[in-house]
């Protein structure tokens, strides 16, 4: 077993509570919660770094939590004080079209100085997020977002809570966020992964002391750009009880965790009193970033004696009611992934006009789906409303994606007919295959793109009508 020293050694300590995040309830129905967007100073990571520039909502990094029950109505105005257009997606819930927060497909991008009234009704209970969905690989890289929590309605109280909200930034010498999100080429293709990893804007390796001997509901949710984050977990009674804000039938146990890009996973953990456990980076990615000072800890816990009342058996989550697809007969969309620096991406569409790799490239596009780089004025596939649907994608690039569908959780399927956990942003491997189910009872345009946020500017963008 670990020691406390041994967690707390050589790692710059810094206490993290659950009230390290500001926990804002948006109080519906007659309230209206304000999420205002602008440019903040604030110091990413270690508190001795030079203050970075960041866009943020209500100048808190990550913004406010908000949490409501499930079934409740949410009402956010969304206030622009930034410099350049702006939007909020809700990332994850099954919401209704209009307030999906896509400009160009379901509004008009929110202009400098204007507010947009959101009103939705949260249907599932889960670990969701917002976040900016406009020029998003800057407005999201520079700080805009913020957890999104839709409580069970017969939430148990005595269960613990702890958001952790993942992020990397590219910083200066000083410590302060490099503003190039426009300068590269390169990044269209890689995209921008940050030599600093943080949880919910502090420095890794911070400890959180939980109660011991009482359940805690862990949420962590990828809010970085592009980057994959492997996790390990050493010497912590975890069981993995959502995927992407939908609760398990069954909860899992394993020792490796991804997040891909938007993606969330929910532990229900519970350590005894005084044992010390940790989340640790599994690939010894952080460590290879100068910045991260061979900290490989993402975070450690400590169960530490507190007179906190907690319920003694094992929590049980209710499972979401989400229509399961038909295979059979199901419509299946064949997507072919290509593009990136390893195959080219060769001709392809943009904008109504076949253009070869120079002018795809001066119009900063490398990646296509079906030959078309970036939002096509067709959908992918239109179909009505209660039908099945299968995507068949095919990733011929030499990249890993994290592929996004906007307003419906989907199952990985496999050719045997085995299907996986409700997903709403799925991890693909380079040079791999997956088809993906769900059923399109969700009427409107939604978007369906890589949620790795240059990959998606770079041509990995496509969209679907329900009807
Ligand atoms: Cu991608």
């Known amino acids: 077993m670990l020691s406390r020293r041994d967690l707390l050694r050589g790692a710059t300590t810094l206490l993290m509570t659950p009230a390290s995040i500001r926990q804002v309830r948006a109080e519906p129905p007659s309230g209206m919660f304000e999420l205002r967007a602008s440019q903040t100073g604030h110091r990413v990571g270690d508190p001795s770094n030079a203050p970075s520039r960041l866009w943020l909502y209500n100048a808190q990094s990550p913004g406010p939590e908000i949490r409501v029950k499930k079934g409740q109505r949410v009402r956010v105005r969304f206030v622009n004080d930034l410099d350049e257009p702006s939007s909020i997606h809700w990332h994850g819930i099954r919401i209704a079209n209009a307030m999906d927060g896509v400009p160009g497909l379901t509004q008009e991008p929110v202009q400098p100085g204007e507010h947009f009234d959101y009103d939705f009704v949260a249907p599932d209970a889960g670990t969701y997020w917002y976040h900016a969905h406009n020029h998003s690989w800057a407005q999201v890289g520079r700080g805009l977002y913020g957890p999104l929590i839709v409580e069970e309605s017969d939430y148990l109280s005595g269960i613990g809570e702890l958001t952790l909200v993942l992020d990397d930034w590219r910083l200066d010498s000083a410590g302060s966020l490099l503003t190039d999100f426009d300068g590269y080429m390169r990044e269209k293709q890689f995209g921008r992964i940050g030599d600093t990893v943080t949880v919910n804007s502090l420095p890794i390796g911070s400890t959180a002391r939980l109660p011991a001997g009482r359940f805690h509901r862990i949420r962590l949710i990828n809010a970085a750009n592009a980057r994959i984050f492997r996790l390990r977990l050493r010497n912590i009674d975890a069981r993995i009880v959502a995927l992407d804000g939908q609760n398990l039938d069954r909860p ?26 940790l989340i640790e980076d599994a690939d010894g990615a952080f460590t290879t970033d100068s910045r991260n000072e061979n900290r490989a800890t993402l975070i450690g816990f400590f169960g530490e004696d507190r007179n906190v009342p907690g319920i003694s058996g094992r929590p049980r989550l209710q499972a979401n009611p989400i229509a399961e697809p038909a295979l059979q007969g199901a419509q299946h969309i064949p997507l072919v992934m290509e593009g990136g620096s390893l195959s080219g991406i060769g001709l392809a569409m943009y904008n109504g006009s076949l253009l070869d790799t120079m002018e795809l490239a001066a119009a900063r596009q490398v990646w296509k789906f079906n030959g078309i780089a970036n939002l096509p004025t067709e959908p992918l596939f239109r179909t009505e409303r209660g039908s099945s649907v299968v995507i068949d994608m095919h990733n011929r690039t030499g990249f890993e994606h994290a ?16 299907r996986g956990p409700w997903r709403d942003t799925t991890y693909m491997p380079a040079q ?36």
Do not use: Y
């Not at 020792?255 to 005084?274: F, K, T």
């Not at 307003?407 to 990985?412: D, L, S």
């Not at 939604?446 to 009508?465: I, K, Q, Y």
């Open 252 to 277: 899992q146990i394993s020792e490796i965790l991804v997040l891909a890009p938007a993606q969330r996973v929910d532990l229900m953990v519970r350590l005894r009193s005084g044992e010390a456990g």
């Open 403 to 418: 592929m996004h569908v906007h307003g419906h959780h989907f199952k990985v399927v496999s050719s045997d007919g085995t």
């Open 432 to 467: 791999s295959s997956q088809s993906i189910a769900f059923c399109a009872d969700n009427p409107g345009k939604w978007l369906f793109h890589c949620h790795m946020l240059e990959h998606a500017a770079g041509g990995m963008r496509t969209w679907f009508e329900i009807v």
